[in-house]
């Protein structure tokens, strides 16, 4: 029987939802408790050394420098605009991507970085020039002129990631216009679709896009269903923002879509997004989403259209297990992108808030994960085992960008790992990417390491946007097979909830304090006000 375990505090926090017990995910059981060999980076430190890398206007060298500036805006000409090389070496320097500059800001924005007033530039209010402002759009798109329909990932995640900018600068240019437009524009496009609430009828959203300016499907080619769990997302947080039924609506239409299939609907990364707004959607309205099987989905490769999951194995010397993209055995030898797995654990991490039974399974594949991805950049594998390393060893001593992608195996090649991607063999310069590297930040700012080896502290909070108020939440998870105890600090006095076990396990402690935790096991901390009374 399911009932609301979470701690309801004062200020009506939620965190958890089940007392059913940890629900382990088939694909993360076949990883190791503790990969090998182990070496975290300092990724808060990564992503302030990506940042004034890559907005460096006065860098010099080959391809730099990675960031151009102008005056040729076509939707908000008061700000100007900006981009960034999608690679280094990009021959056009006027192209620029969404899904590349936006994540870029937020990225800084999240480690406390502020990119509205930093060296002259208000780099927030460019980025609106990515507002296809159009009657036919209105929305975010991919490029400074665009049309939606093409590819549903890309006019998506635009979107996702204003929303995300919005939240830390909620009060820039023409946001609050924009916010509810993009909600407009989505909901109508899932009323085109089929969507119905007299009588109740779900969407039909098995489409490669949608064309927003002829409300009709684009068909064609491979179709991505899971689209229905990004416009979930927004529609939910456009719903917490606003109050207006008609987006909460909405995005219970998208899940009800996504609840309902057979078949596993991955393909790119919407489908995460979608996962965790079915469990928030679970403990903060009461529905019953099928949050195991999504989850399941988001990593398992068998029978979706791309292979698409979490990869398995140790690639040469090196556990390569978690790491997102195309991962069934024999299917390019394993292809994992470095994009995929940061906006991957971006979305799923903060859901523990909201449904703690996957604590100790995501907290093992955060681990790894947060191993494996170092070896995306130059600095972490061998010159023979990547394809551009000598720009990186020159230009970025600290390896601040990464390759793309990470094979298996290399193309035609015994080498294992092979860091790469697929811009070099298109006759790109090279396949150090900032369309991947430009979301860091998210493990910058969730991701910090404690006083024990490979016992990490994992910030629930830094991604759950538009959330309610909360205290600090914190997820630890020990893989060794013995007890650990860590060091926890608190700068004013806090009681320690134990979201996972249901517990107060310190009371009035101000400072350090040791925690316990279990062999194999995660806790979910909440660090409360001494004495905050628990409802």
């Known amino acids: 029987m399911k009932f609301r375990i979470a701690v309801f505090l004062v200020i009506g926090l939620v965190c958890g939802l089940y007392s059913s ?27 302030a050394g990506y940042d004034s890398l890559v907005f460096d206007l006065d860098a010099t060298g080959e391809y730099l420098p990675l960031i151009w500036m102008d005056n040729n805006t076509v939707n908000y000409p008061q700000h100007g ?42 780099w927030v209010l460019k980025c609106e020039e990515f507002f296809n402002r159009r009657k036919e759009e209105n929305v975010y798109l991919n490029n400074f002129v665009a049309n939606s329909g093409g590819d549903w990932w890309y006019d998506t995640m ?21 916010f509810t437009k993009v909600a407009d524009r989505w909901s109508a496009a899932v009323d085109s679709m089929g969507g119905d609430a ?39 947080n456009a719903y917490k923002e606003t109050g207006q039924k008609k987006y909460r609506i909405t995005a219970e239409w998208c899940l009800e879509y996504l609840n309902g299939l057979n078949e596993n609907p991955s393909y790119e990364l919407q489908l995460t997004y979608g996962a965790y707004t079915a469990a928030r959607m679970n403990a903060e309205l009461n529905t019953n989403y099928n949050v195991e099987k999504l989850l399941n989905w988001c990593f398992t490769p068998e029978g979706n259209r791309r292979n698409w999951g979490a990869t398995i194995g140790k690639w040469g010397d090196y556990d390569c297990y978690g790491l997102i993209g195309e991962a069934k055995p024999n299917v390019s030898e394993g292809y994992a992108f470095y994009m995929n797995g940061v906006e991957q654990f971006g979305a799923l991490i903060p859901m523990l808030r909201y449904d703690d039974r996957f604590a100790k399974t995501l907290g093992k594949w955060a681990l790894n994960i947060a191993n494996a991805t170092r070896l995306f950049y130059p600095n972490y594998l061998p010159d023979s085992l990547q394809d551009c390393e000598a720009w990186s060893y020159q230009y970025d001593p600290n390896s601040y960008i990464a390759h793309e992608a990470m094979r298996e195996k290399a193309l035609n090649e015994e080498k294992r790992p092979f860091a790469t991607g697929d811009f070099l063999r298109n006759d790109w310069p090279t396949n ?103 409802q």
Do not use: C
């Not at 960034?84 to 937020?106: C, F, H, R, S, Y």
């Open 198 to 236: 007299t009588p109740w009828q779900v969407p039909d959203m098995n489409y490669r896009g949608w064309y927003l300016a002829s409300m009709s499907p684009n068909a064609s080619g491979v179709r991505q269903p899971e689209a229905a769990g990004a416009i979930a997302w927004i529609m939910y």
């Open 158 to 178: 635009p979107n996702i990631f204003f929303y995300q900018l919005k939240y830390f600068y909620p009060n820039q240019g023409d946001f609050e216009y924009q």
């Open 432 to 534: 150090l990417s900032l369309y991947s590297s430009s979301h860091v930040g998210i493990f910058g700012s969730i991701i910090d390491t404690t006083d024990v080896e490979a016992i990490l502290q994992l910030d629930l909070l830094k991604t759950d946007y538009y959330h309610g108020q909360a205290y600090p939440t914190y997820l630890y998870y020990n893989p060794y097979n013995q007890e650990k105890t860590v060091q926890i600090n608190t700068e004013t006095s806090r009681d320690i909830y134990d979201a996972v076990n249901n517990e107060m396990i310190k009371t009035s402690i101000n400072g350090q304090e040791l925690i316990s935790i279990p062999s194999g096991s995660a806790r979910i901390l909440v660090f409360i006000p001494a004495g905050a009374e628990l």
């Open 81 to 122: 605009r900006f981009g960034l090389q999608t690679v280094v070496g990009q021959d056009d320097m006027k192209i620029a991507e969404a899904i590349n500059v936006i994540p870029a800001v937020i990225s800084a924005s999240l480690i406390g970085i502020d990119k509205s007033s930093q060296n002259g530039h208000n």
């Open 21 to 47: 017990g940890q629900i382990t995910i088939d694909r993360i059981d076949q990883m190791p408790d503790l990969p090998q060999p182990y070496e975290m980076r300092d990724w808060e430190q990564v992503t």
